[in-house]
C-alpha cells in the first residue's frame, strides 16, 4: 500500500476554498481562552469549531487537533471534547489546554452542529450514501475537514506549525492514525481505543463504522498498513484488552514497526473496556510533550508508576 493507491481508493476531495475565518465569541475559562471560532470547509459550508488558547504560553505554543468519538450519539462533538458535555473522560481537548497546547476541536460531518437528522444517524447515513453514488466517500470528506482545520491552525500566530498533534478516542482514535498518514503537518498523534483493522471488523459485534467504509480497501492492504503510512512520524497506539475496537493491536504494531524510527511507533495495551481513563490520558499527555516540546523533553512515567511504552500488559 502507497499514499497514492489509497488515495484513489478513497475518492476525490472536496475542493480547497479560501478559509474566510472569523472569531465569534471567546470565554475566559481560567487557564485558557475557549474561542468558537467559524470557516469554510467548502465553497457551500462553514463550520464551527471551538479554539483554546492557553493563557500560560510564552511565544509560539505546540497546537493539537482534539477529534471526538462516535458512541452513537450525534448530538455530541466537539462540545464534549472541550468538557462542556457528555463524559468527563472525553474531556482530554481541555485538559491539554490546561497543559499549555493550543486546541481545535471541530464537529466531524453528523455530529453536534452539523447533525440535521430527525431519526438518529441519518445524516450520517446521508454523507455516506451520497458520496458513494458520485465515487467519493466519507472518508474522504472527513479527512479533507481535517486538512482545512489543520489549514487554520496554521493561521494562528499563537501556533508553532511545526509541532502540531492530533489526539483522539474510538472514532477519534481512528481518525488519529488516517489523518496522521494523510497529512506531515500533524508530527505526533494518539490513537485511543481506535486501532481494529478491517479483517477484525467484520463481525456483528464491532462492525465498520460509516466514515471508514472504502470500496475494496481490503484488496489493497488494511490499517496496519495506514499506520506504516505514518512513519517517520509519532504515533501512540492505545488499546484495551476488553475492547473489541482494539483488537488485533498488538499484531498491527508489529506489523507497522520495522516502518518507523526507533520511538517513533508505540503501543500500550490496558486493562478495562473501551474508554480513556485519566490514566491512559495522563501516559497520552506524556507522548506528545516529549515529541512536540520544543525543548525536547524526554517522556518521564515517573507520575504513573513504572510504565514503559512499547510493552503490552
Known amino acids: 500500500m502507497n499514499l497514492d493507491s489509497l488515495a484513489k481508493l478513497i475518492g476525490p476531495s472536496p475542493p480547497r476554498c479560501p478559509l474566510n475565518p472569523t472569531v465569534l465569541s471567546a470565554v475566559d475559562c481560567g487557564a485558557y481562552v475557549r474561542q468558537i471560532v467559524e470557516y469554510a470547509v467548502e465553497e457551500a459550508e462553514r463550520v464551527k469549531s471551538f479554539v483554546l488558547l492557553p493563557k500560560n504560553a510564552s511565544g509560539t505554543a505546540p497546537a493539537v487537533i482534539a477529534h ?152 489493497l492492504g488494511d490499517v496496519e498498513d495506514v499506520i506504516r503510512l505514518v512513519a517517520p512520524r509519532a504515533l501512540l497506539i492505545h488499546a484495551a484488552e476488553d475492547d473489541k475496537w482494539s483488537r488485533g493491536a498488538q499484531v498491527m504494531f508489529d506489523h507497522a514497526r520495522s516502518a518507523f524510527p526507533e520511538g517513533q511507533l508505540e503501543i500500550r495495551t490496558w486493562p478495562g473496556g473501551h474508554r480513556f481513563s485519566q490514566r491512559m490520558r495522563e501516559t497520552a499527555y506524556a507522548f506528545l510533550d516529549c515529541h512536540l516540546s520544543s525543548t525536547g523533553v524526554p517522556y518521564s512515567p515517573a507520575p504513573l508508576g513504572p510504565l514503559r511504552f512499547g510493552e503490552a500488559r
Open 68 to 219: 471526538h468519538q462516535h458512541a452513537g450519539q450525534f448530538d455530541l462533538g466537539k462540545s464534549e471534547v472541550v468538557g462542556l458535555a457528555g463524559d468527563p473522560e472525553q474531556a482530554y481537548g481541555a485538559e491539554l489546554a490546561e497543559r499549555g497546547y493550543v486546541v481545535m476541536a471541530p464537529d466531524a460531518p453528523a455530529f453536534e452542529e452539523r447533525n440535521w437528522s430527525v431519526i438518529a444517524g441519518q445524516a450520517e447515513y446521508y454523507e455516506l450514501a451520497s458520496r458513494l453514488v458520485r465515487g467519493q466517500t466519507l472518508l474522504g470528506k472527513v479527512l479533507h475537514d481535517v486538512r482545512v482545520a489543520l489549514d487554520y491552525l496554521a493561521t494562528r500566530p499563537e501556533v508553532d506549525p511545526s509541532r502540531i498533534g492530533f489526539i483522539g478516542h474510538s472514532y477519534g482514535g481512528r481518525m488519529a492514525i488516517w489523518a496522521s498518514a494523510f497529512d506531515e503537518r500533524i508530527r505526533a498523534a494518539v490513537s485511543n481505543c481506535g486501532c481494529v483493522n478491517y479483517r477484525n471488523s467484520l463481525t456483528r459485534d464491532a462492525g465498520i463504522q460509516m466514515a471508514f467504509c472504502v470500496p475494496g480497501i481490503l484488496v
